[in-house]
């Protein structure tokens, strides 16, 4: 990702880094640049004032984090990029959630800026012998990942933070306990159609509010919403977004799942498998730079279903997630039969297994074998 955020700055006056709370952003951020201001605590604000002259002097990118606490500063960076419009990798801006810096960035910064998206550990930067440890703690840095023993009591620190400051601050309109609540139901239902008004039920609102709750979690990067494929298919489709958390860490605090032991116990692993593959496929493409089509799933009335649809430069791939080491020949015609409902694509079968098979648009192979797949191809 540093790389890719280097390449922007070469490009544009100014980058965003966005992604969810202590995934890592301003750590990141440092290792570019050391001119760095914390707009969320009052003396870098008075600081960034008194010092905007040497700021807009320097030939290195000036980090602004948390900038969507202090929105008075984007006219002036909108002003002073215009002031030298050649100029580029003036500024890296840093958001821990979307709205606030998104609503500045579309309003001020429009044309000005590009928008780089960080994501916690994935497969691709931690070791082999690390993936299911990655499954069960999810990727964020101080969640256990590097080796501590912070997981669980990390994950709900920080949900219970979120609930309580965070998510409040930023807009969202309910209580920490309704929240919280929320949260759990999401875990619960992890994988499954977006039923806004059973939610909205069972929270005691409208199915609208109880849409305007996800989207703040979305916007929050602590969910993910996958819409159905519906391209001229003649059969009758689910048409609700499956909603997924983001962090399969932050899924598995939330429905007590201590150990890998208990995971793999546990009634909704395979949903919890299908979320983290779909996670991994995703934070691949976008940790590389790599423009896709997507994602999108497919489920019909009659029973055909993909976990995973995506357009990379004109080749379509049908991905099913199965939760097995041995994945059978039915498995991979079952997939076969069901790509065809979409047509001409390249099937892709993601288990467990330690195999890699690729044969007549067909592959059956694993995560990480399939994202070396892909950064050979693309």
């Known amino acids: 990702m540093a790389s890719i955020i280097k390449e922007r700055l070469r490009a544009f006056p100014a980058v965003a880094i966005l992604g969810p709370r202590q995934a890592g952003k301003t750590t990141l951020a440092r290792t570019i640049s050391k ?25 290195k990118p000036v980090v602004l984090d948390e900038a969507q606490n202090y929105p008075e500063i984007f ?6 990029i215009d002031a030298a419009r050649g100029r580029k990798g003036r500024f890296l801006l840093l958001g821990s959630v979307s709205p606030g810096l998104m609503k ?16 916690p550990f994935s497969i691709a930067e931690i070791d082999k012998a690390k993936d299911d440890e990655l499954w069960l703690k999810g990727g964020y840095p101080d969640g256990g990942i590097l080796g501590d023993k912070n997981y669980p009591v990390w994950q709900n620190n920080y949900l219970d933070l979120l609930s309580m400051r965070d998510l409040p601050v930023w807009g969202l309109p309910a209580q920490p306990p309704a929240i919280h609540r929320f949260f759990t139901m999401l ?7 977006w039923n806004a008004s059973q939610t909205g039920k069972s929270l005691g609102v409208s199915y609208h509010t109880a849409t305007s709750y996800l989207n703040y979690l979305e916007q929050a990067f602590l969910i993910r919403r996958i819409y159905p494929y519906h391209d001229n298919l003649k059969k009758r489709l689910t048409k609700s977004p499956k909603v997924y958390w983001r962090d399969s860490g932050l899924l598995h605090s939330l429905l ?22 779909i996670g991994q496929v995703l934070d691949f493409l976008n940790n590389t730079g790599t423009q896709y089509d997507g ?7 009659d029973g055909y279903e993909i976990d995973l649809i995506i357009s990379l ?9 199965k939760l097995t080491s041995s994945p059978s020949q039915g498995d991979m015609q079952r997939l076969r039969k069901t790509s065809a409902l979409i047509g001409e694509t390249t099937a892709v079968l993601i288990s467990r297994t330690r195999d890699h098979l690729v044969s007549d648009a067909l592959i059956s192979t694993n995560p990480r074998m399939f994202l070396k797949y892909l950064k050979k191809k693309f």
């Open 187 to 193: 875990a619960i239902g992890h994988g499954n159609a």
């Open 295 to 301: 994602p999108y799933y497919l489920r019909t009335n």
């Open 75 to 80: 006219p002036r960076i909108r002003n002073t």
């Open 256 to 277: 007590r799942l201590n150990t890998f032991d208990d995971l793999i116990s546990h009634p909704r692993v395979g949903a919890s498998w299908e979320g983290w593959v």
């Open 104 to 119: 500045e960035v579309s309003e001020s910064l429009a044309g000005r800026i590009a928008l780089c998206e960080l994501t």
């Open 313 to 321: 430069s004109g080749t379509v791939y049908t991905i099913e997630i």
């Open 35 to 59: 001119a760095y201001y914390d707009l969320e605590i009052e003396e870098d604000r008075l600081k960034a004032d008194l010092q905007w002259n040497d700021i807009i002097a320097s030939d």
